[in-house]
């Protein structure tokens, strides 16, 4: 924890120099780190988000705890690499392919968790409740589908005894997840809400057009309405995406003051659509960002791109403020994470980032904007709960490179 902060101070002995622009920790509040498996591979043949999700179930099938180990230990390091200091791991691989739990039924989440403490990251596993295979276009609920079935319990019941069976720790926190109000039943989320009371909620929200269509169909109320009228909203919980949100549905996430986490690279790469950003932050929401499905994983190309789609969609410049865009990259997404951290205070969590400042790409950067000039490849050094875990822009896993592809190889997508 950061106990004092003292202008000019004088160096002792010991003392850790950090060399450049040094930035509050930044938070990746949206990750499905499977998915990473897909960068590169998945844009012949076009489509839309439906199409790339047949693809995305392909990795799925492939999983098992040992390669996804592998796999979730490399993600989470080029996460550090990229100054990401707490990601919030969205995570609904529960059961073996097929749907038969592993003999040890927290295996997958075990995985997950011992991957972000190889690499040193603060994590918030938001373990997702997944019970259904969807809507039909006329609002009828989907079976699971071969793929789907690994991504469920069964009940709600059932969901509630396996995550109490998971232990956070130092850097490790168990939060909660509603996939979404496709995949459950909109019936019992009274109940899920008072299973989860106290810890972080987060959902996908209204990421289609075809989501809502499907949801006015089946209940004649948007995602959001639903979420609303089970009590869900609020401080604690988080909409993922809200690309495709009525005005109503801004009101209600506003006046709860919820959190909306965007991730600009994914909703472009998906084809997704640009969410009412300035007009949620305007009605009261928070905003928080992610990387998601790690097109790209680059938190300063998310905060960018908060700020650009918006210029796209309004024809304005301007439409936050560069700190108003640093804290949706780190105390708005560590607060939906649950961690007291995200600035430079007394009592905040000691997770900071060093930028370079004199990079081809920051050089003569007024430094009051730099991350808006910055990349990834400008972060120096990381530091998560006082301990230094990249040094020279190296983690201390080595190369990361090598990590991923050999994940990947042996995934075999």
Do not use: K
């Not at 009371?197 to 209204?206: C, E, K, L, M, N």
């Amino acid at each position: 924890m950061i106990d004092r902060v003292e202008l000019d101070a004088a160096p002792r002995d010991r003392d850790e120099r950090l060399m450049g622009l040094v930035l509050p920790g930044l938070a990746n509040a949206h990750s499905h780190a499977f998915h990473r498996a897909l960068r590169g591979r998945t844009h012949g043949g076009g489509g839309t988000f439906w199409s790339w999700r047949e693809l995305m179930y392909r990795v799925a099938d492939r999983l098992d705890p040992e390669n996804y180990l592998e796999l979730a230990t490399a993600v989470f390091a080029e996460m550090a690499l990229a100054g990401v200091t707490v990601v919030g791991e969205f995570h609904y691989l529960h059961r073996r392919p097929g749907g038969e739990p592993y003999e040890r039924g927290t295996a997958m989440e075990d995985a997950v968790l011992a991957a972000a403490a190889r690499v040193g990251i603060r994590i918030t596993l938001l373990d997702a409740l997944y019970l259904h295979g969807g809507l039909s276009e006329a609002g009828e609920t989907l079976p699971l589908s071969p793929t789907q079935r690994r991504f469920s319990d069964g009940s709600l019941e059932a969901w509630a005894s396996r995550r109490a069976e998971l232990r956070g720790g130092q850097l490790a926190r168990i939060g909660a997840a509603i996939h979404s109000v496709r995949a459950v039943d909109p019936g019992i989320l009274p109940a899920f809400r008072e299973l989860t009371d106290g810890v972080p909620v987060h959902a996908h929200v209204s990421e289609q057009s075809a989501e809502n269509a499907q949801a006015l169909a089946a209940w004649g109320r948007t995602p959001t309405e639903l979420l609303a009228e089970a009590g869900l909203l609020g401080p604690r919980f988080t909409a993922v995406h809200g690309t495709h949100l009525s005005d109503r549905d801004i009101g209600l996430l506003g006046d709860s003051r919820s959190t909306v986490c965007f991730c600009p690279t994914t909703e472009r790469d998906l084809a997704d659509g640009i969410g009412p950003a300035s007009a949620l932050f305007a009605a009261g929401a928070r905003l928080s960002l992610g990387s998601d499905q790690h097109a790209v994983i680059d938190p300063f190309e998310e905060l960018r791109g908060l700020e650009m789609n918006d210029r796209l969609a309004t024809g304005e410049r301007g439409r936050f403020s560069p700190a108003e865009l640093l804290d949706a990259a780190s105390a708005a997404g560590y607060e939906s994470l649950g961690w007291e951290g995200g600035h430079l205070a007394v009592g905040a969590l000691c997770d900071l980032v060093a930028v370079a400042t004199d990079s081809p790409r920051t050089a003569g950067a007024a430094l009051d904007e730099l991350w808006l000039a910055s990349t990834s490849a400008d972060v120096t050094t990381v530091v998560i709960g006082g301990r230094v875990i990249v040094a020279n822009g190296r983690h201390h896993l080595g190369s990361v490179g090598e990590l991923l592809g050999s994940a990947v190889e042996r995934i075999g997508v």
